[in-house]
Protein backbone atom coordinates (compact mmCIF):
# COMPACT_ATOMS: atom_id res chain seq x y z
CA UNK A 1 0.00 0.00 0.00
CA UNK A 2 2.86 2.51 0.98
CA UNK A 3 4.34 1.85 -2.35
CA UNK A 4 1.43 2.79 -4.48
CA UNK A 5 1.02 5.95 -2.22
CA UNK A 6 4.59 6.42 -3.24
CA UNK A 7 4.35 5.91 -6.72
CA UNK A 8 1.40 8.27 -6.37
CA UNK A 9 2.93 11.30 -4.90
CA UNK A 10 5.98 11.08 -6.90
CA UNK A 11 4.58 10.30 -10.04
CA UNK A 12 2.26 13.55 -9.59
CA UNK A 13 5.59 15.18 -8.91
CA UNK A 14 7.20 13.96 -12.12
CA UNK A 15 4.18 15.14 -14.28
CA UNK A 16 4.08 18.76 -12.78
CA UNK A 17 7.73 18.90 -13.41
CA UNK A 18 7.82 17.77 -17.18
CA UNK A 19 4.82 19.79 -17.64
CA UNK A 20 6.52 22.92 -16.21
CA UNK A 21 9.60 22.57 -17.92
CA UNK A 22 7.82 21.71 -20.99
CA UNK A 23 5.79 24.99 -20.47
CA UNK A 24 8.96 27.34 -19.56
CA UNK A 25 10.96 26.00 -23.01
CA UNK A 26 7.82 26.03 -25.26
CA UNK A 27 9.29 29.00 -26.80
CA UNK A 28 12.45 27.84 -28.03
CA UNK A 29 11.28 23.75 -28.97
CA UNK A 30 9.32 24.43 -32.21
CA UNK A 31 11.47 22.87 -34.99
CA UNK A 32 12.92 20.40 -32.46
CA UNK A 33 11.52 18.67 -29.47
CA UNK A 34 14.40 19.83 -27.65
CA UNK A 35 12.88 19.73 -24.33
CA UNK A 36 11.67 16.02 -24.81
CA UNK A 37 15.02 15.37 -25.44
CA UNK A 38 15.96 17.03 -22.09
CA UNK A 39 13.38 15.40 -19.85
CA UNK A 40 14.39 11.91 -21.52
CA UNK A 41 18.19 13.16 -20.64
CA UNK A 42 17.87 14.12 -16.74
CA UNK A 43 15.17 11.26 -16.44
CA UNK A 44 17.83 8.73 -17.36
CA UNK A 45 20.27 10.49 -15.57
CA UNK A 46 17.80 10.79 -12.43
CA UNK A 47 17.06 6.96 -12.93
CA UNK A 48 20.84 5.67 -12.88
CA UNK A 49 21.69 7.85 -9.44
CA UNK A 50 18.75 6.83 -7.71
CA UNK A 51 19.65 2.96 -8.91
CA UNK A 52 23.54 4.18 -7.96
CA UNK A 53 22.37 5.11 -4.43
CA UNK A 54 19.81 2.13 -3.98
CA UNK A 55 22.24 -0.55 -4.55
CA UNK A 56 25.16 1.08 -3.30
CA UNK A 57 24.09 1.72 0.07
CA UNK A 58 20.69 0.96 2.51
CA UNK A 59 20.25 4.58 2.54
CA UNK A 60 17.10 4.82 0.28
CA UNK A 61 14.18 2.52 1.49
CA UNK A 62 12.82 0.32 -1.25
CA UNK A 63 9.43 2.09 -0.73
CA UNK A 64 11.03 5.55 -2.03
CA UNK A 65 13.02 3.71 -4.45
CA UNK A 66 9.92 2.79 -6.38
CA UNK A 67 8.52 5.85 -5.91
CA UNK A 68 11.12 7.81 -7.50
CA UNK A 69 11.78 5.17 -10.25
CA UNK A 70 8.55 4.43 -11.28
CA UNK A 71 6.88 7.35 -10.26
CA UNK A 72 8.55 10.38 -10.40
CA UNK A 73 10.71 9.26 -13.36
CA UNK A 74 8.32 7.67 -15.25
CA UNK A 75 5.88 10.45 -14.78
CA UNK A 76 8.66 12.69 -15.88
CA UNK A 77 10.25 11.17 -18.68
CA UNK A 78 8.72 10.91 -22.28
CA UNK A 79 8.97 8.02 -24.54
CA UNK A 80 5.39 8.28 -25.78
CA UNK A 81 6.08 11.60 -26.81
CA UNK A 82 9.51 10.95 -28.02
CA UNK A 83 8.04 8.05 -30.67
CA UNK A 84 5.32 10.99 -31.83
CA UNK A 85 7.62 13.94 -32.41
CA UNK A 86 9.86 11.58 -34.52
CA UNK A 87 6.76 9.97 -36.41
CA UNK A 88 5.67 13.87 -37.42
CA UNK A 89 9.08 14.48 -38.35
CA UNK A 90 9.05 12.01 -40.41
CA UNK A 91 5.73 12.53 -41.69
CA UNK A 92 7.21 16.43 -42.39
CA UNK A 93 9.74 15.04 -44.35
CA UNK A 94 12.49 15.79 -41.85
CA UNK A 95 13.94 12.75 -42.03
CA UNK A 96 17.64 13.93 -40.51
CA UNK A 97 16.32 15.11 -38.13
CA UNK A 98 14.09 12.81 -36.90
CA UNK A 99 16.77 10.04 -37.45
CA UNK A 100 19.21 11.56 -35.46
CA UNK A 101 16.30 11.94 -32.79
CA UNK A 102 15.48 8.55 -32.83
CA UNK A 103 19.21 7.46 -32.54
CA UNK A 104 20.01 10.34 -29.80
CA UNK A 105 17.59 9.62 -27.56
CA UNK A 106 18.27 6.53 -26.51
CA UNK A 107 21.98 6.72 -26.89
CA UNK A 108 22.45 9.68 -24.54
CA UNK A 109 19.97 8.18 -22.13
CA UNK A 110 21.83 4.80 -21.28
CA UNK A 111 25.16 7.45 -21.26
CA UNK A 112 23.02 9.51 -18.60
CA UNK A 113 21.70 6.22 -16.69
CA UNK A 114 25.74 4.87 -17.29
CA UNK A 115 27.35 7.90 -15.41
CA UNK A 116 26.38 8.03 -12.03
CA UNK A 117 26.21 3.84 -11.86
CA UNK A 118 29.90 4.95 -12.99
CA UNK A 119 30.65 7.67 -10.49
CA UNK A 120 28.90 6.03 -7.71
CA UNK A 121 31.07 3.25 -7.96
CA UNK A 122 34.15 4.97 -7.67
CA UNK A 123 33.18 7.10 -4.55
Not at 71 to 80: K, V
Not at 86 to 107: C, D, N, W
Amino acid sequence: MYSFIAVLFFGLLGLSSRFAIDHYFMKWNSHYPLTTLIINLLGSFLAGLIYSLSTSSKEISSILQMGLLVGFCGGFTTFSAYSLQTLQMLERGKITVALAYLFLSPVLGLLMAFLPVYFMKRL
